[in-house]
């Protein structure tokens, strides 16, 4: 008897590594095809961007504008001091995190249903978000790994009984909100809302939430302390919470419209499952609301604990850091959130299969290659659905050479690659202690260039400045220390006039006008000079 338990324990433990050894090969497979290729001028070169002043003296949160925790900085930081600007390093950091994050899930699925379909779920997450990944966008869901790590930790403490489980999960829900907020505090809403359906009793509830903040408190401290020593624990708030939010306010997108493919075209069907995507998740979540509600009733009237208070907790989860996308609804936030997303929807199919087995009752083999099927069609559908096979030649294939970043870096797009060259070329015939304004929240010219900006709020956005009194003062800043050259956009930020740069800082803006004249016109960038003189020698 206990031999025979032994071989299953056995037989499961290899068929969890085959499984994590198969989603490890095929997330890292699909990683490394964008490492290097693509570029994005605002997400991407931001941390590099805060990081180099750092370098230079600038103060987090005080000299430097940065809207997440500072562990989101870690990357950049490694990749800038091993080999500067560090785009392909900090690159093949952030997959390692995406790697993981898929890795993670697998074990987390198949805790909620049967393998074969906790794999389904699992690729479909290490094979999400194609466009995303060629942007190069700065990923919530690249430090989602430590949320996926305290569910499972909290999987334990409810397999266990044993608390001390909490404390870890504290423990890493903490070191995620090191990274990025917005995973670890919808996390942490969902298991301590799962808490509370574990348990009947408050005490309980109360023991368990203790231990949680427990762990939570060896991570927060530290940065706090650290914080109020520095810059202060109103302004680390204004930093990460307010200027964020109102950010998001600011930057709102609706909705994407429902555009119906013409024919069978492959881009139109996609771009239509992308704007469904907004509309189907409601739907999910909704569906699994009345689901966990009505099993919850049923349990608590025959005095049975809640047996779905994992579902729950990643129910929860998902849900909170989905609202938290609808702010800003473009396919890159949407990408954010479509890990938990995954695996609702194919834990979803699971128990649909489930319940045509019992009620046909089906045989046993049979019912199992049927269950490979329909993993097998989830995942070519999804696959299907968002062209994943459309994007990745383009990430295969080779194009045009970003010459001035050093690093192999490809464009597909040959406009693309030379508006960086040209504007770059351009920013190295300045004096390398002069200021450079950049009015297109574009960091990357500046960065491969190695010239100076005037740190702060030099990131002209919508919700870069919370209130004229910060406008005014970064306005002083640049009188007193007027640019050697002004790159202005040609196209207002999102492409909407309302947040074109003569609405987001007008006083700026105005004086630029007065006090300087075009130098000339790369792309869709103006470069621009102090009145009375002209372009370098050699521009």
């Known amino acids: 008897m206990h031999g025979r338990l032994g071989a299953e324990v056995k037989g499961a433990s290899g068929q969890a590594l085959l499984g994590a050894g198969l989603v490890l090969a095929v997330a890292i497979a699909y990683e490394s095809l964008f490492i290097g290729h693509g570029l994005n001028p605002i997400d991407e070169a931001w941390p590099l961007w805060a990081v180099n002043q750092m370098k230079q003296g600038g103060t987090l949160y005080e000299h430097v504008l940065w809207v997440f925790p500072p562990g989101h900085l870690l990357s950049a930081w490694v990749a800038q001091s091993i080999d500067p600007p560090g785009f392909r390093i900090a690159r093949t950091l952030y997959a390692a995190f995406a790697v993981a994050l898929s890795v993670s899930c697998w074990f987390l699925a198949r805790r909620l249903m049967a393998p074969i379909f906790a794999l389904a779920a699992s690729l479909c997450i290490a094979l999400a978000a194609p466009n995303t990944h060629l942007m190069h966008a700065i990923f919530g869901y690249r430090y989602m790994v430590f949320s996926i790590l305290a569910l499972l930790a909290f999987d334990r403490r409810l397999t266990s009984d044993a608390r001390r489980w909490l404390f870890v999960t504290g423990l890493l829900l903490g070191v995620g909100g090191f990274f990025r907020l917005g995973p670890a505090f919808a996390a942490g809403c969902g298991i301590g809302f799962a808490i509370m359906v574990a348990h009947r009793s408050p005490r309980d509830w109360l023991r368990d939430w203790v231990w949680l903040a427990a762990g939570l408190g060896v991570v927060f401290a530290p940065l706090l302390l650290w914080c109020a020593a520095t810059v202060g624990l109103p302004t680390f708030w204004t930093e990460i919470v307010t200027r964020p939010a109102t950010m998001l306010m600011l930057q709102s997108l609706e909705l994407p419209p429902m555009e119906w493919p013409d024919g069978f075209d492959r881009v139109d069907i996609r771009l239509l499952f992308v704007a469904l995507q907004f509309r189907l998740i409601w739907v999910l979540y909704g569906l699994y609301l009345v689901g966990l509600a009505v099993s919850y009733v049923r349990a608590r009237q025959r005095g049975e604990a809640f047996p779905h208070a994992l579902l729950m907790a990643v129910w929860l989860f998902g849900g909170v850091f989905f609202v938290r996308s609808l702010t800003r609804s473009d396919e890159l936030h949407l990408d954010s959130v479509i890990p938990p997303v995954c695996l609702l929807t194919v834990h979803w199919a699971y128990l649909a299969c489930q319940s045509v087995g019992r009620r046909f009752e089906i045989e046993e083999a049979t019912r199992g290659r049927a269950h490979a099927a329909v993993a097998a069609l989830l995942v070519a559908s999804w696959v299907f659905l968002l062209g994943v096979d459309l994007w990745v030649p383009?990430?295969?294939?080779?194009?045009?050479?970003?010459?001035?970043?050093?690093?192999?870096?490809?464009?597909?797009?040959?406009?693309?690659?030379?508006?960086?060259?040209?504007?770059?070329?351009?920013?190295?015939?300045?004096?390398?202690?002069?200021?450079?304004?950049?009015?297109?929240?574009?960091?990357?010219?500046?960065?491969?260039?190695?010239?100076?900006?005037?740190?702060?709020?030099?990131?002209?956005?919508?919700?870069?400045f919370l209130d004229d009194t910060e406008a005014r003062d970064f306005f002083e800043r640049v009188k007193k220390d007027p640019p050697q050259l002004v790159i202005w956009p040609k196209r207002p930020y999102d492409k909407l006039p309302a947040r074109a740069v003569e609405r987001t800082a007008?006083?700026?803006?105005?004086?630029?006008?007065?006090?300087?004249?075009?130098?000339?016109?790369?792309?869709?960038?103006?470069?621009?000079?102090?009145?009375?003189?002209?372009?370098?020698?050699?521009w």
């Open 394 to 464: 383009h990430a295969r294939r080779g194009g045009h050479e970003v010459v001035s970043m050093r690093e192999g870096i490809e464009l597909q797009q040959d406009h693309q690659a030379q508006l960086t060259d040209r504007i770059v070329r351009r920013l190295r015939l300045t004096d390398p202690e002069a200021r450079i304004l950049d009015l297109t929240a574009s960091p990357v010219y500046k960065l491969l260039a190695d010239r100076r900006g005037y740190g702060a709020n030099d990131l002209v956005m919508p919700g870069t």
């Open 506 to 538: 007008p006083e700026l803006t105005a004086w630029v006008q007065e006090h300087y004249v075009m130098w000339g016109r790369v792309r869709r960038h103006y470069l621009m000079g102090p009145r009375g003189t002209r372009p370098p020698e050699g």
